[in-house]
């Protein structure tokens, strides 16, 4: 009997070379529409698959595959007997290969189509045949990948396609459907509201690159982007340096999030209000006196350094000086296109990865001297709305920890000046980084101590303060005491931290607030003379 195939495919690449592989070998083509057309002109002789079912195709082509005799063709076993009877009791031939990709919706979701335009590019009767050839895998070659298109050749001129070549390619059907189908519920279900944590949580990933390892070295790794949407690292270039390791990635990560939470609370940041002990309205507008420029420094996950300058040099300066010990083998964000001075100053201390919007010439010149250093032009901000964390046998789905504040009450009786507010607005942005326990001191738009990842408060802020105390006593910051102020990411229990942060001269605190202690933070910052606020949002990140 005469081996049939049906090939049906959107994307063109390749199919000429099997059309006339099994054209020349003996094979009859059905086909439908478009690749029926293309075929055609190449002189490769098809059947229309609308001669076969003796149906038109209709509804504006929603209608061409979705039939008896086609899907009959596909479904049936080989060997049983029950089937072959059938088929021949009902004049269907069998279908030995089924050769289709679909509807491009990965790629038109995302082009800012109207809903209804992108519901169009939802493919039905392609994947409706991959799956039934995929079902049948034992008698079907099925091929969804161009990719595989050489060795379903190589297979079939041997003779025989061996069962393990068919059942990962029923594997990979099944692996690209239900990505297809995570990407459409997700499109159909949104993110808000009640779909927001929908019954069954889908994501649609497709493999960007393979890694050397991962944390370490006896550990695989992978990096898989979002099919359905283009996220930060969908848009990221790299343009010169070593292959990014798995914790490049993470740290890129954090760096490129760090940026973009600039943007967002700071550079753009609106005035905000709320009451003093009294019940009296306060103002807070969060404006930088130090200049637009932002860069962060993070090593292992967690920032060393932050700072804001007039230029990149001065910002980058103002970062490294937090920490210069740990920014050792650490990642640079910036959030302005590095220039040749500004690369020039961090050539100087060994760096694994710098991610900005952009280099210029210059700066590329100067670090094509460091040819293992990784540069990377990002483009896209973060878009992301939820984070993941694996747990064994499942995942923590939260949303993505993105205000600021709740609210802005001025709880001592000292109040905090617009130098110490802006501040305090620029240490809260870096706090969202850092490591629970995270104590940070901040002096002139820029953190000199940053103390994380403690078991407890207390040795969070006795390690931020006692190197912001070598910071200032380096000489790096300005001589204003009274510029300096603390942040913590969650709530004191205690006020030793309050007690702490006096010793070393500190005279304004922001917390979220929040303990059942609250007000013996509130007595001891009002006894030694400092200003706290409360923001009533907390910022763990573990």
């Known amino acids: 009997m005469k081996k049939r195939a049906v090939i049906s495919v959107f994307k063109k690449e390749g199919v000429l070379e099997l059309a006339s592989f099994l054209n020349e070998s003996g094979w ?3 086909s439908t529409g478009g690749t029926a057309a293309y075929l055609t002109q190449n002189n490769i002789p098809v059947t229309d698959v609308s001669t076969v079912t003796g149906f038109p195709e209709c509804l504006d082509g929603r209608v061409k595959t979705l039939h008896p005799k086609i899907h009959a063709g596909i479904l049936a076993r080989r060997d049983n007997a029950a089937h072959m009877e059938k088929l021949e009791q009902l004049s269907v031939a069998p279908i030995d290969l089924v050769c289709v990709n679909l509807y491009p919706f990965f790629e038109k979701v995302q082009a800012n189509l109207s809903f209804n335009e992108t519901v169009e590019f939802i493919d039905i009767g392609g994947p409706t045949m991959l799956r039934a050839a995929a079902k049948n895998y034992q008698d079907v070659i099925v091929l ?42 997700r499109f159909m279900l949104g993110e808000k509201g009640e779909n927001e944590y929908p019954e069954y949580y889908v994501l649609s990933l497709k493999k960007q690159q393979s890694l050397r390892y991962g944390e370490n ?11 359905d949407y283009k996220g930060a690292f969908g848009g990221m ?80 300066k103002k970062t490294y000086n937090c920490d210069p010990v740990s920014i050792f083998g650490g990642i640079i964000g910036c959030s302005a296109v590095i220039d040749e001075e500004a690369a020039q100053e961090m050539v100087k201390c060994f760096l694994e990865v710098i991610v900005a919007p952009g280099f210029t010439d210059g700066a590329l010149k100067v670090f094509a001297a460091k040819k293992n250093l990784r540069l990377i032009v990002a483009e896209i901000p973060v878009t992301d709305t939820h984070s993941y964390l694996s747990v064994d046998g499942g995942f923590l789905i939260q949303g993505n920890d993105d205000k600021l504040f709740e609210k802005w009450d001025v709880v001592t009786k000292a109040k905090p000046t617009q130098a110490q507010i802006n501040e305090m607005a620029f240490g809260m942005t870096i706090a969202m980084f850092a490591k629970s326990n995270a104590i940070l001191v901040i002096k002139d738009q820029a953190a000199i101590g940053i103390g994380c990842g403690q078991t407890n408060r207390i040795w969070a802020a006795e390690q931020a303060l006692e190197r912001a105390q070598n910071v200032v006593k380096s000489g790096v910051t300005s001589s204003d005491e009274n510029a300096t102020v603390l942040i913590s990411d969650a709530f004191f229990p205690f006020d030793d931290t309050v ?44």
């Open 499 to 542: 007690r702490a942060a006096a010793k070393y001269g500190i005279k304004a605190i922001v917390q979220p607030g929040g303990s059942i202690r609250d007000e013996d933070s509130i007595k001891a910052c009002d006894e030694l003379g400092i200003s706290m606020v409360f923001t009533g949002t907390r910022h763990f990140k573990h």
């Open 217 to 227: 070295g006896h550990q695989s790794a992978c990096l898989y982007t979002t099919a």
């Open 144 to 185: 969804t990948d161009p990719a595989d298109y050489d060795a379903a050749i190589s297979e079939i001129k041997s003779g025989s396609t061996s069962i393990e070549f068919r059942r990962q390619l029923a594997g990979k059907v099944f692996n690209l459907t239900s990505a297809y189908d995570a990407a459409i519920s």
């Open 237 to 316: 270039k790299q343009l010169q340096g070593k292959e990014l390791s798995y914790n490049n990635i993470r740290d890129l990560d954090v760096a490129w999030k760090g940026v973009c939470a600039f943007s967002k609370f700071i550079k753009n940041a609106t005035p905000v209000t709320g009451v003093d002990t009294e019940g009296n309205p306060t103002s807070a507008t969060f404006a930088s006196s130090a200049g637009s420029v932002f860069t962060i420094g993070l090593k292992h996950n967690t920032p060393c350094g932050a700072a804001l300058g007039r230029n990149v040099l001065l910002s980058y």
């Open 28 to 30: 009859e083509i059905l």
